[in-house]
């Protein structure tokens, strides 16, 4: 049986889930987004992940037509429709149906579409061998123009870099703000881990400020309170490509990746060259509360 959306209120099944060619998510990008994820009827962060829901939305004026209890109703029973314990949920709330016009006002209610499916893992050697990323031309997008921080419908800033960081023969590329700053990743954040006196037992943690270009990521904060736990040093710190060259770990940092090791950027290893210590002991951290930190369901 094909998956059940939700639109509007209603399932449909996958063929025959359409909105209209008039709907401004289509014809502007004008929308919003959260990727979000189940883990054995444990939905990772949902109250995190509505709340930026919300905020992306308020900050582009869009009025999310439920109240957030609804909304969290309405994903579980979207899952259950479905079957799953294990899944990707997408959440999109887009700008609703309008004319050709960019005249937001003239849409009168957002569409909200929830789509949930089997989760597509990374291979499995990305986390034993670690990703070898690129830094691309395409800058992250300006806070000032579209604020990296609205997780919107518009996602071309990452799209071209994507293509360019696939072009190199990479499956991630590395984000510099116009200032020549790390922002961040296509799809995920990055942090870097720095030993002290050469030691992992006494290493630092350091993410780039997402005010410098930056989703701000539930993985990524998730990451800060386990290194909290593991009683990490952690700071946010401005980075260039230097700092990070210089790293003697670096990872990325999302909802569908989880914790994934990066061992080379634009041709320089980083640390050992293989995923370092500090990395894993994060994931498996991470792993560890992604059954717990959440809200739960039953199918
Ligand atoms: N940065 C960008 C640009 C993203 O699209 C995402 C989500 N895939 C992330 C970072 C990671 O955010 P999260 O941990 O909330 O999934």
Not at 189 to 204: D, L, R
Not at 260 to 284: C, E, F
């Amino acid at each position: 049986m094909s998956i059940q959306i939700y639109i509007d209120g209603k399932f449909y099944a996958k063929e025959n889930a359409k909105i209209s060619v008039f709907d401004h998510g289509l014809l502007y990008g004008d929308g919003v987004f959260e990727g979000i994820r189940s883990y054995d009827s444990c939905i990772f962060k949902l109250e995190e992940h509505l709340d930026r829901l919300w905020e992306s939305a308020h900050t582009l004026m869009i009025e999310i037509p439920m109240s957030k209890a609804e909304m969290q109703k309405a994903i579980i029973q979207t899952l259950k429709r479905n079957g799953f314990t294990d899944s990707y949920i997408r959440c999109i709330v887009t700008r609703g149906v309008g004319d050709l016009g960019l005249d937001p006002s003239l849409c009168k209610v957002p569409t909200v579409i929830i789509i949930t499916d089997k989760i597509k893992l990374y291979p499995e050697a990305f986390y034993v061998n670690g990703l070898n990323i690129i830094t691309v031309p395409t800058v992250r997008n300006l806070p000032e123009a579209v604020n990296p921080s609205i997780k919107s419908l518009n996602y071309l800033n990452n799209i071209l870099a994507k293509i360019e960081a696939k072009n190199s023969g990479c499956v991630e590329a590395l984000m510099l703000n116009h200032q020549g700053y790390v922002a961040e990743c296509t799809g995920d954040n990055i942090f870097m881990v720095k030993y002290q006196q050469g030691s992992a037992a006494k290493a630092e943690l350091l993410t780039p400020p997402t005010y410098l270009g930056a989703l701000k990521g539930i993985t990524r904060q998730g990451i800060i309170e386990i290194a909290a736990k593991q009683k990490l040093r952690f700071e946010e710190r401005v980075m260039t490509r230097h700092d990070l060259f210089n790293a003697d770990e670096v990872f990325l940092t999302g909802t569908a990746a989880e914790v994934i090791p990066v061992v080379k950027i634009d041709g320089r290893v980083i640390g050992s060259g293989k995923p370092g210590a500090v990395t894993q002991k994060l994931l498996k951290g991470f792993r560890e509360i992604v059954r717990k930190d959440g809200i739960r369901y039953s199918i």
